[in-house]
Structure formats: structure tokens, C-alpha cells
């Protein structure tokens, strides 16, 4: 697996409405760059995204095995293709073999490297998920299991049954609780790989008071370095011991390749600490 991702939630009618061709194109591109992992989610795009992925792929000719491909089940969302009363979620046997055997139709793939559950659900049967895990893996679909935005207690209550391979979580300079609240130590226990969506936080997304202290501080070391910000806070997530790997959703093929080389950069633990203590606006304890 790439340490970038390319995610693909923005591909489809959720972001830039990327036509069948673009998708080609993009996807082409991120390989040229040597990013051949891509981030999925059966309700991306309202249950569209992925078959406008899997129109675009078969105008390429990767071969299968030069690609990885992720997705999530879980979510069920009420949308256009989906009429339901709320949304919820459904970890019934049936439901997630459908929904990873329907990813793989709509993907125009064979089996999908690694599947997730999108959402942990409190009414999750650790046994269930198991028995549909083990069948999606004895025939093939499904080459390894992990989970999305799971706590360390509900890891271990999966964990009991189910080996769980990755967690995606929400991480990132400004959203930095799954570093202290015991998830990414219960990775580096377990050995569970860490993916973070949204890696960038809300940093090009909101003005506020944190992220107005932060500017200077950032621009301040990404001139050290002769990068960008983006750069900087892609390098300040990889220096983690958890291995992050930041799933990148840009729909700019450009952008893309300047995350790539945000793994080169080497910050120093006074310049890491000194962007979370702009965060957080103190002093860490």
C-alpha cells in the first residue's frame, strides 16, 4: 500500500463530477506518480462514485495487480438511489457481502484488497462480522479486513474474532485526538496500520483563532524547508511513530504529486511540538 492515498470521495457528484475520461485520465496520472492505492466507500457520490471509478478504470490498462483498492460498507444512506427512513447502520452478514461483492462489480474489479467497516455501530455482532469476513475471504473477494473511525475498545471487541488489519480515522494537525485518547497506541500495539482521512484538517477549510496562530508558525517552517504548508502538515502527521498514512483527496493531479514529497521532509520535535502548541493554543502538559 502507497503511504499516499489518493482518495476518491470528491471524484464523482460530491465534488468535481469528474467525467468518465477525466476518471481515466486522473488515474492514470496518480499512477505515473507511483500512487496506486485508492480509497473508496460504497455511499460516496450516493452509492455513484464508484461505478463512474470503475467506467473510467476500464479505459485504462493497468493491470490489477499494479493497483490497490480499498472500500468501506457500512453506511446506510438515504440518498436518491437509496430511499430509507434514516440514516443507520447494518452489519448483518448479508449486507456486507452484498455490499463488498457490489463495490467489486461497480469497480470492474475482481476482489478488493482491503475492506472496512465505514462506522462502528453499537449494535455490531462481533460473531456476524466474522462469519461474513471469513466467507468474503474463503472465496476470494476480499484480501484483508480493517475498520474506519473504531475506537481502541471497539477494536478489541472485533479484535476477539476478527483480525483487523487497518483503521481510518479522522487525523490531523487540527483534529489530533486519536493521538492522546489511546487509538494510535493501540495500533502500535496490535499492529493495525493507521490511515487518517481529511489530512489536512480544517486548516484551507476555515479562518478561526487557532488556525490564525498556526499561520505564522507553519509559513515559518515550510520556508525552512523550502516547501509548502500543505507539505508541512502532511510531514507533521508521517512523523507519528503510528506510520500514518494521509489519504489525500485532492482532484489535482499536481497537488497530488506535491504531497509525495511530503514524506522527505524531516521535522525536528521542537518544530512538531511548536504547531501543536499553536493548535492547541498552550503548552502541552
Not at 467489486?104 to 482491503?114: A, R, V
Not at 462469519?131 to 471487541?157: C, H
Amino acid at each position: 500500500m502507497n503511504r499516499i492515498i489518493a482518495g476518491t470521495m470528491t471524484w464523482g457528484s460530491w465534488g468535481k463530477k469528474f467525467s468518465t475520461n477525466e476518471i481515466a485520465d486522473y488515474i492514470n496520472q496518480c499512477i505515473d506518480l507511483g500512487v496506486y492505492t485508492f480509497d473508496h466507500a460504497d455511499i460516496y457520490g450516493g452509492y455513484t462514485t464508484e461505478t463512474d471509478f470503475g467506467k473510467g478504470l476500464q479505459k485504462t490498462s493497468i493491470a490489477r495487480d499494479k493497483m490497490f483498492h480499498i472500500s468501506k460498507c457500512g453506511i446506510q444512506y438515504p440518498c436518491a438511489e437509496r430511499a430509507l427512513s434514516v440514516k443507520h447502520y447494518n452489519y448483518s452478514k448479508q449486507h456486507i457481502i452484498q455490499s463488498a461483492e457490489q463495490s467489486i462489480k461497480n469497480l470492474n474489479i475482481d476482489y478488493l484488497d482491503l475492506l472496512l467497516l465505514h462506522r462502528p455501530s453499537p449494535l455490531m455482532d462481533v460473531s456476524v462480522i466474522s462469519d461474513a469476513f471469513s466467507s468474503l475471504e474463503k472465496d476470494g473477494k476480499v484480501r484483508a479486513f480493517g475498520v474506519s473511525n473504531f475506537t481502541s475498545s471497539q477494536m478489541e471487541l472485533l479484535n476477539k474474532e476478527v483480525t483487523i488489519q487497518w483503521n481510518q480515522v479522522e487525523c490531523s494537525l487540527s483534529e489530533s485526538r486519536v493521538m492522546f485518547d489511546g487509538t494510535l497506541d493501540y495500533h502500535n500495539s496490535n499492529n493495525i496500520g493507521t490511515m487518517a482521512w481529511s489530512p489536512l484538517g480544517d486548516y484551507f477549510k476555515e479562518e478561526n483563532q487557532a488556525n490564525e496562530i498556526v499561520k505564522p508558525i507553519l509559513k515559518s517552517i515550510a520556508e525552512k524547508y523550502k516547501v509548502t504548508p500543505d507539505q508541512i502538515l502532511l510531514a507533521w502527521l508521517m512523523t507519528h511513530p503510528a506510520n500514518i498514512h494521509p489519504v489525500v483527496g485532492t482532484t489535482n493531479i499536481k497537488r497530488m504529486e506535491s504531497s509525495l514529497h511530503a514524506e522527505n521532509i524531516r521535522l525536528s520535535h521542537e518544530e512538531w511540538f511548536l504547531l501543536l502548541e499553536a493548535q492547541w493554543g498552550h503548552k502541552v502538559p
